[in-house]
């Protein structure tokens, strides 16, 4: 018996679920072509200014949205003095972002256009993000670089590094075009310092932010009719938590949507999910992951009032009577 030999054009899936740097890429096209489609980086924390000691909540998010047909890229900036309790923002949208990517080297550019207003640099080599925010006319100047340590790096919510976004309601969910899941990383420990500026007052900072990167065909009131709880916590020696906790439209926990990733031996993830994955006492703001107990004391709400929808607090980690780090906490109505 002869056999035929054919060439086979093997599928890109034998490139894993994540590949960096092109990950952090902005995402279109194919699958992603739907008017569901939504996507963000964000970066939350608090930096410290060496100058004065005060503290400066962080919050900065860039979007990919499809609004009215069209493409737009609305973004956010929320900076707010711990001390004080001010706020200073500012949010907008553009239709045109200009990327450039350098495969040879790994280096990602992207910047909003007309006018001038974000510029978002990413370097492989340098394991680093350089984030400016430079609008003409505003209160706010940011201009800080940002590495992330290769441990703990960059790291999935779930094995697959794909959840799903909202409650499991029938044909809502769609694997082969990712409708109603969405492609999920982040970086629980981003090392960072540089410049703000607000109005007259600078402040040279540094500190630690958590970054994530978001994107899917989920926009829809299918899938946010839920309300999402996210927490990440950022503990001593570059341990990590990070988990979604969904509530029923009524308020109830849906345990068996629980998903979390926390840090094992070595800086390898581990993944769990379901109801015994963990439990998290909102009232009592403790979470319990087997047979630890972290307790969240301290909250200062960190919240934007251009995403009306997300309140954001900040707060410090015990562990049996020691603290051992600081936890953020998103709620998503």
């Not at 200073?88 to 200009?98: G, H, L, N, R």
């Not at 100047?141 to 703990?152: A, I």
Request: aromatic share 14%.
């Amino acid at each position: 018996m002869e056999i035929t030999k054919k060439k086979i054009a093997f599928s890109r899936l034998n490139e894993g679920v994540m590949k960096f740097p092109e990950s952090h890429l902005w995402n279109r096209g194919g699958v992603f072509s739907s008017s569901h489609f939504k996507e963000w980086y964000d970066w939350s924390g608090v930096l410290k200014c060496e100058s004065t000691q005060e503290q400066i909540g962080v919050h900065f998010r860039v979007n990919q949205v499809v609004k009215d047909g069209k493409i737009v890229f609305p973004y956010q900036v929320a900076l707010i003095n711990l001390a004080t309790g001010e706020v200073f923002e500012e949010s907008d949208e553009t239709f045109k972002i200009d990327t450039h990517f350098d495969a040879l080297n790994g280096r990602i550019e992207f910047k909003y256009e007309e006018p001038k207003i974000w510029n978002v640099g990413f370097s492989e080599k340098e394991n680093q993000w350089k984030v400016q925010f430079l609008k003409r006319n505003s209160s706010i100047y940011v201009d800080l670089g940002m590495k992330t340590p290769m441990v703990p790096g960059f790291k999935t919510l779930t094995p697959e590094g794909l959840v799903t976004m909202g409650m499991p309601n029938g044909q809502f969910f769609n694997p082969f075009n990712a409708h109603g899941m969405a492609y999920y990383y982040f970086a629980p420990v981003v090392n960072v310092n540089g410049l703000i500026r607000i109005g007259e007052q600078s402040y040279d900072v540094d500190g630690q932010l958590w970054f994530d990167h978001v994107w899917g065909n989920f926009d829809s009131p299918h899938f946010f009719n839920e309300k999402l709880v996210h927490g990440v916590l950022q503990l001593d020696h570059n341990a990590y938590v990070s988990f979604n906790m969904w509530k029923d439209p009524e308020g109830n926990v849906v345990n068996e949507l629980n998903q979390i990733v926390y840090s094992g031996e070595k800086g390898f993830p581990n993944y769990d999910k379901g109801v015994n994955a963990f439990k998290f006492d909102e009232s009592k703001s403790v979470l319990e992951v087997g047979d630890n107990k972290y307790e969240f004391k301290d909250f200062v709400e960190m919240n934007n009032t251009s995403i009306p929808t997300m309140k954001k607090k900040i707060g410090s980690v015990d562990l049996g009577g020691k603290r051992i780090g600081k936890v953020y906490i998103e709620i998503h109505d």
